[in-house]
């Protein structure tokens, strides 16, 4: 029974947002008998700073997950982001700290990248092409470089977007090999679809598949369960591929970790979840 001591994550996006993650969540917290519970909230851009503040006044709130049009908004809101964040350019969850500070981190790009990773792809020293610099494609470079990565190279129509992208992984990650302007996916270890490109049969593809060696890892983070033609092309050249849904579900564990509840595996989430078709 949700009540007093019932820890709150509240889901903060637009009012005319549509909330998935309580149909994520609750399954799981009721099936593993936690008391917690994510709780949307819709709330307009000029009425945000405030309410993002009064939220964590409650004395039951465990954290803040952050949709749009939130995440940019709410990077200078917080007393403290970590590198993901300042490379991402956003931020996606928020907690209170024991002293009272608001703190923020970015999960978006830290589900691919786990969900890359439990599949086997070691990701150190390896070289790494991302297309489309969006809020997903800087999410999704900002934790690979985090995880070890020698060299990323980015691309996007969006040119400014995108040299924006790579001067904040050069200034937050020097060590890194930093290259934009191309799409080619050749001599690259893993490559990101992070546009809607290639969603559907007969779609123009974001890159030249032809391209790509079989020894490539290709993902995707178009939010289908099912194979997009982009990586039906792509494993056709034999690439091993991930389908967009795993970068949801695996980002998942990593929230509940942050927010010091008990995790749990992206499997565990999947069979649970009630969403709709």
């Not at 940019?72 to 009272?100: I, M, Q, S, Y």
């Not at 595996?265 to 078709?277: G, N, W, Y």
Request: glycine share 10%.
């Amino acid at each position: 029974m949700i009540n007093g001591n019932t820890d709150i994550i509240a889901h903060i996006g637009y009012p005319t947002h549509s909330f998935k993650s309580p149909m994520i969540y609750n399954p799981y917290f009721e099936d593993a008998g936690i008391n917690a519970v994510v709780v949307p909230m819709g709330c307009k851009p000029d009425n945000y700073a405030a309410f993002l503040k009064a939220v964590f006044t409650l004395e039951n709130i465990k954290g803040a997950l952050i949709t749009m049009p939130h995440k940019v908004t709410t990077v200078a809101l917080l007393d403290e982001v970590t590198a993901a964040v300042r490379v991402a350019g956003a931020c996606n969850a928020v907690k209170r700290l024991p002293d009272g500070r608001l703190v923020g981190d970015m999960f978006d790009g830290a589900g691919f990248v786990r969900g890359v990773q439990r599949k086997g792809f070691d990701l150190t020293g390896k070289r790494a092409l991302v297309v489309g610099t969006g809020g997903v494609g800087c999410a999704i470079a900002a934790s690979l470089a985090g995880a070890g990565i020698a060299a990323i190279s980015l691309f996007d129509v969006n040119t400014a977007g995108c040299e924006a992208l790579a001067k904040r992984l050069k200034d937050n990650h020097p060590q890194i090999e930093v290259r934009t302007g191309s799409s080619d996916p050749a001599q690259h270890d893993l490559v990101v679809n992070a546009t809607p490109m290639g969603m559907n049969e007969g779609d123009p593809l974001p890159m030249d598949v032809s391209r790509l060696s079989p020894d490539t890892f290709v993902g995707e983070v178009v939010m289908k369960d099912e194979t997009t033609a982009f990586l039906a092309a792509a494993q056709a050249r034999g690439c091993r591929t991930q389908v967009g849904t795993d970068m949801l579900y695996e980002q998942i564990p990593a929230y509940l970790d942050y927010f010091g509840l008990p995790t749990t595996t992206a499997e565990v989430l999947r069979r649970l979840a009630k969403l709709s078709d």
